[in-house]
């Protein structure tokens, strides 16, 4: 998205929802607008029973809209939901202002953003799926652009062989997605004796920082929307020969178009299969908790709601009302309070993680007799061999086990 762009924001106020709600998904669109480089001059919320099925919003609005943009000197429209293609075509049509809608802003942000092989691919599959069924409007905005000879649009043949070699391109960024998954979940099945620890929460709270402050990873952190956009872990050593295994993934927001969660899914998968969750909060934002209930609600979509989590409230070096952290606590029993870029707090975060493993797992000694290959084996396979020795008669093995292998192990005897 060029520098320059001067955008207006149009949402739908519909009965369901609130209106504070609505200029709520608003704000988060002026600060997506601007991490894509857009000045956001001006913005529109329209009370509706419904949406307007050919331009969104009424055509008094589009009118509206369109003089509003003349004064305020805007070149783009930006719609909270997604447009229908046909809906983008009519408003640019009545307008003549281009015309986005969140999928595309969001979109247009990731391929500046994704940094990682993996990110790249599930970007541009995201962007060819939102793509494909709106080639009409890109043709026609084109026809439009130019005027005169050669501008009576591509016609249905060119069309059909542009479909075609998208749907190709889709198939192939599927394949090497799929790929990206199995390897993951080979990955995941190797570490599978250690606990996986991801940290998730709303775009920008601190996790890289977070995740940086516990591993060595080195994620980039920046202030902006989305500065993370694949999945990074790391492992984690821990007092008593335990370790875990801290994952640090995507930002999440309020409304994430359908086909991100759909293309990141590889990402979203590291979310799914952790064993406890960190939900870093940004607490120096005002109304902090309503981006913990958003960060939330994306959760429970991707299916995770159960998963054990602790909630972290981040930069409480930006906080000056201790009362402010008091409520919070008593209000979130359990909750940590931290500055990851400070460094405060690590420890009680580090702790919660052990406390949360040393459930989990346990590390015991054993001595197997040598005969006994097939125990030896599933050990190795089952759980992280810590030290091994090898006398005449037995194997002993300093070995970190999930809790249930241990008591089977103390069972059979084989425990020193
Ligand atoms: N004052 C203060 N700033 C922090 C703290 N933790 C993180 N930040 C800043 O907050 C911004 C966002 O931090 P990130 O770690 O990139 O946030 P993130 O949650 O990974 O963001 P996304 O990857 O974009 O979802 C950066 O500018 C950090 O320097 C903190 O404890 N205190
Ligand atoms: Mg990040």
Redesign the pocket.
């Known amino acids: 998205m060029p520098k320059d762009e001067r955008a207006i924001l149009v949402g739908v106020s519909l009965p369901a929802t609130h209106i504070e709600e609505e200029q709520e998904s608003l704000d988060e669109l002026a600060q997506l607008a601007r991490t894509a480089g857009a000045t956001v001059v001006d913005r529109f919320v329209q009370n509706r029973t419904r949406i307007d099925g050919k331009t969104y919003v009424g055509s008094g609005m589009i009118e509206r809209i369109k003089n509003a943009a003349a004064v305020q000197d805007a070149n783009l429209l930006i719609f909270d939901d997604d447009l229908r293609p046909a809906q983008g075509r009519e408003i640019e049509k009545a307008t003549e202002i281009k015309t986005i809608d969140r999928t595309e802003l969001i979109l247009d942000i990731f391929a500046a953003r994704a940094q990682t092989k993996v990110a790249r691919i599930q970007v541009e599959l995201a962007q060819f799926e939102y793509e494909l069924p709106r080639l009409r409007r890109l043709w026609d905005h084109l026809e439009r652009l130019g005027g005169g000879i050669g501008t009576r649009g591509p016609g249905e043949t060119q069309l059909e062989a542009d479909r075609r070699l998208i749907r190709t391109r889709i198939r192939i960024l599927k394949k090497a997605l799929k790929q990206v998954e199995i390897d993951r979940a080979e990955q995941r099945k190797r570490r599978q004796a250690m606990t996986r620890v991801a940290l998730v ?1 709303y ?8 995740m940086n402050a516990l591993t060595d990873a080195d994620v980039l ?8 956009l694949d999945a990074t872990s790391r492992k984690v050593d821990l007092p008593g020969g335990h370790a875990a295994v801290v994952t ?1 993934t ?2 999440l927001i309020k409304k994430l178009p359908h086909h991100l969660v759909v293309s990141f899914h590889a990402t979203l998968e590291e979310v799914a299969d952790a064993d406890l969750l960190l939900h ?1 909060v940004d607490v ?1 934002r005002p109304n902090c908790e309503r981006y913990l209930d958003l960060a939330t609600e994306v959760l429970e979509e991707i299916g995770v709601k159960d998963t054990p989590t602790r909630i972290v409230f ?5 906080v000056t009302h201790q009362k402010e952290l008091d409520r919070l606590s008593a209000v979130y029993p359990g909750s940590l309070f ?5 460094g405060q707090g690590l420890e009680d975060v580090t702790r919660a993680i052990c406390a949360f493993v040393e459930n989990r797992e346990e590390v015991i000694d054993l001595a197997i007799p040598v005969s006994d290959g097939k125990t030896i084996a599933a050990l190795h396979e089952r759980g992280e061999v810590l030290s091994r020795e090898d006398t005449e008669e037995h194997v002993k093995m300093c070995v970190r086990l999930p809790k249930a292998d241990a008591e089977q192990m103390r069972k059979l005897g084989f425990a020193e």
């Open positions: 929460g775009t920008n709270a601190g996790k890289s920082t977070l952190t920046e202030d902006l929307l989305f500065a993370t640090d995507v930002g870093v120096s981040n930069k409480i070096d930006r931290i500055s990851a870029a400070k």
